[in-house]
């Protein structure tokens, strides 16, 4: 003879089994916000600059997101990747991203910034500047690096 369950017991059930163990969050005397603040936020800057893919690649996570204006979000590094090799193919790139807001919970960490952007066309040699505003999620690798898991960003221009 089949039971059935109430509704909250088999939703106590099913939750409990999604459940992960948590560790305790450190006491805010225990995390240098600002030191990995220079890491995680000057590392990616000086990695966009550096005009190269590789250098660029190796600080972003597997799984990085990114959420350019104007376009789809692109998903995973190979994807993010060959978004890069494009960009970064046609542009040499200078960003200047100022953060506004940094905030670290564990092994993540959340900015908020602004930014300025001039992007040199390699062929024509024609100048574009941008100004906007983003978020970054940074997550902490098990080499204790702090690398992009997702940058979306927007300009402050008008659309069109």
């Known amino acids: 003879m089949h039971r059935s369950i109430g509704p909250l017991a088999a939703l106590s059930i099913a939750l409990a089994g999604c459940s ?12 240098d916000v600002k030191a990995i603040e220079a890491q995680a936020h000057g590392g990616y800057v000086a990695a966009i600059n550096s005009n190269d893919v590789e250098t660029l ?3 972003l996570t597997d799984d990085v997101v990114y959420q350019a204006p104007g376009a789809p979000e692109v998903v995973g590094k190979a994807a993010v990747r060959a978004w890069v090799a494009d ?13 506004i807001g940094f905030t670290v919970a564990g092994d993540w960490a959340f900015e ?17 500047t941008d100004v906007g505003k983003g978020v970054n999620v940074y997550r902490r690798g098990a080499d204790g ?16």
Not at 145 to 160: E, F, H, I, L, Q
């Open 20 to 31: 992960q163990p948590t560790a305790a969050p450190l006491p805010a005397a225990a995390v």
């Open 57 to 59: 690649m190796a600080d």
């Open 87 to 99: 960009y970064l193919g046609a542009y040499t790139a200078k960003w200047e991203k100022t953060s």
């Open 112 to 128: 908020r910034y602004t930014y300025k952007s001039t992007d040199t066309d390699r062929k024509t040699g024609a100048v574009a």
């Open 145 to 160: 690096t702090w690398r992009v898991a997702v940058d979306g960003w927007s300009s402050d221009k008008p659309a069109g």
